[in-house]
């Protein structure tokens, strides 16, 4: 398994519901593959909704630590999904999780300048990332309307729904 930390809290709670213990890194060794890479991928779904139902309209009024909260716990479903498919060496499960690391790799740029770096196809914010804020910057690669979240949704759907095919 790559090393990468995992934050729980409410927000990866709720992405992850109703696999709530799957979000601890503990609880995951008694699981199933399938298990996981359903659970994940489902997870990373629903953090793609939340981070994209966030406002990012009014920069005065916005709430930086709650946003920081959402962007962990995008990153973290989205490292535990990159993470479990990887274990997955043919198939569409496989295929899928190549395509993940493929279009975040792609975005990576843009991730590094509000920072989030990529390596080995695992992301890690940096402590400032969510101080510095720049909405304007977030919304257009986290908004609902950003090319990288449709894309990156539709791949863990496919994932999602490859899991009972693949498995």
Do not use: W
């Not at 399938?34 to 629903?46: E, H, P, Q, R, V």
């Not at 490292?79 to 990576?108: P, R």
């Amino acid at each position: 398994m790559a090393s990468f930390s995992v934050s729980t809290n409410m927000y990866l709670r709720q992405v992850y519901a109703p696999n709530r213990n799957l979000c601890v890194k503990a609880n995951r060794a008694e699981a199933t593959n399938k298990t996981l890479i359903s659970a994940d991928s489902s997870a990373l779904g629903n953090a793609i909704k939340t981070i994209g139902a966030f406002d990012f309209s009014n920069s005065e009024n916005l709430n930086k630590e709650k946003f920081a909260k959402i962007l962990k716990s995008f990153t973290d479903a989205y490292n535990y999904t990159i993470s479990s498919s990887g274990t997955q060496k043919e198939g569409k499960i496989a295929v899928n999780s190549k395509k993940i690391k493929s279009l975040t790799e792609k975005y990576s740029a843009e991730l590094k300048s509000l920072g989030i770096s990529v390596k080995g196809g695992y992301m890690s914010i940096s402590s400032t990332a969510s101080t510095n804020i720049s909405p304007d910057k977030y919304e257009e690669l986290f908004g609902k309307d950003s090319s990288y979240m449709k894309e990156l949704s539709a791949l863990a759907k496919k994932m999602n729904r490859s899991v009972d095919i693949s498995l």
